[in-house]
């Protein structure tokens, strides 16, 4: 079973859509959640962090299932700035100096 | 605002040379990093370094690499014979505290062994 895995994608959806992306993680002692955001050829930047209780960032909500070891990242109001690829991030109990990444889920926002 | 920097953007080197890539960390941040993405696949660790020393590695880091800090500000890799599977985009981060915190990248060096 790979360590973080994502649904490649990709999603089309017009501007205005609300589009949800899940994660699951193999491992049950992990730690810290993040989705990270990655343009074509760019570095990846941290979109937000991902907490228990769940959290939200102005159009983007972010929420974290332990118990089933799933991760879900939603997008309300697509805009055509949101087209990238979105990480989902994991840092196992131990590794406390490396990020797991899965490998991405693309979403192209469309006029 | 404060940014990881990554030199050269682009190398082109021939199999067997050696190359080193360079990066200057965000200058508060006490954790450093390099990751590589092969084109089309996902982000991959390969070394954390802190306090001066390796703190974690994953077995792509073999013996053909190495990291170092030579001063305050430079955060290199080494490569000492390139394969062609070394062919990859080379992302420098750094964190201000250990890696489960933000970690910034670099905008990465893409490096390409013919």
């Known amino acids: 079973r790979k360590e973080v895995e994502q649904d490649p994608g990709p999603f089309n959806v017009p501007e205005g859509a609300t589009v949800a992306f899940n994660c699951t993680y193999s491992?049950?002692?992990?730690?810290?959640f993040f989705w990270y955001r990655q343009d074509c050829r760019k570095e990846p930047k941290l979109l937000m962090s991902?907490?228990?209780s769940g959290n939200e960032d102005g159009r983007f909500t972010a929420q974290l299932n332990r118990a089933s070891q799933y991760i879900s990242l939603l997008i309300r109001d697509s805009k055509l700035s949101d087209s990238a690829t979105y990480l989902c991030?994991?840092?196992?109990?131990?590794?406390?100096?490396?990020?797991?990444f899965g490998a991405g889920t693309r979403l192209a926002v469309h006029p | 605002e404060p940014e990881v920097t990554q030199t050269p953007s682009h190398q082109v080197t021939q199999m067997g040379q050696e190359v080193i890539l360079r990066c200057v960390p965000i200058?508060?941040?006490?954790?450093f990093y390099w990751y590589r993405q092969i084109l089309g696949q996902k982000v991959e660790f390969l070394v954390s370094?802190?306090?001066?020393?390796?703190?974690?590695k994953s077995e792509i880091f073999d013996d053909q690499f190495s990291v170092e800090r030579p001063d305050g500000s430079n955060f290199t890799l080494k490569i000492r014979s390139t394969k062609l599977e070394d062919s990859a985009m080379y992302f420098c981060?750094?964190?201000?505290?250990?890696?489960?915190?933000?970690?910034?990248f670099g905008q990465g060096t893409r490096l390409t062994v013919v």
């Open positions: 991030v994991v840092v196992f109990s131990g590794g406390y100096n490396k990020l797991i």
């Open positions: 491992n049950s002692a992990s730690q810290s």
């Open positions: 370094f802190y306090n001066n020393e390796i703190s974690e």
């Open positions: 200058s508060n941040h006490l954790y």
């Open positions: 981060a750094s964190s201000i505290n250990r890696g489960d915190t933000e970690a910034f």
């Open positions: 991902v907490y228990s």
